[in-house]
Nanobody, 120 residues
Framework: QVQLVESGGGLVQTGDSLTLSCAAS????LGWFRQAQGKEREFVAG????????YYSVSVKGRFTISRDNAKNTVYLQMNSLKPEDTGVYYC?????????????????WGQGTRVTVSS
């Protein structure tokens, strides 16, 4: 059982930056997903358990950075140049297998989510 707790969401303006944190109870492959109102949950970024491999969706590549501090069992999502379309609830998810996947169904554990709102 892996427990995940996200934090760091909030209300920001277009162009601002925000960093989300996900405290995990174990060291596993982790992904960030987001869900806008009325839309399906979508992959944002993922990172391997070692931190050596990172993956991004096309919509955030170049603006978001995923990283992890395994000494603290924490994964971060640094979000720069935020846009209104980045608005949504951001979820941290863990999977017990090594490969980072982009589909929500591939993940075994989920956090409660943290809301990010980007105003125009």
């Amino acid at each position: 059982q892996v427990q995940l707790v996200e934090s760091g969401g909030g209300l920001v303006q277009t162009g601002d930056s925000l960093t989300l944190s996900c405290a995990a109870s174990g060291r596993t492959t982790l992904g960030w997903f987001r869900q806008a109102q009325g839309k399906e949950r979508e992959f944002v970024a993922g990172i391997s358990s070692s931190g050596g491999d990172q993956y991004y969706s096309v919509s955030v590549k170049g603006r978001f950075t995923i990283s992890r501090d395994n000494a603290k069992n924490t994964v971060y999502l640094q979000m720069n140049s935020l846009k209104p379309e980045d608005t949504g609830v951001y979820y941290c998810a863990a999977r017990t297998r090594a490969v980072v996947m982009t589909t929500p169904g591939s993940y075994d554990y989920w956090g409660q989510g943290t809301r990010v709102t980007v105003s125009s």
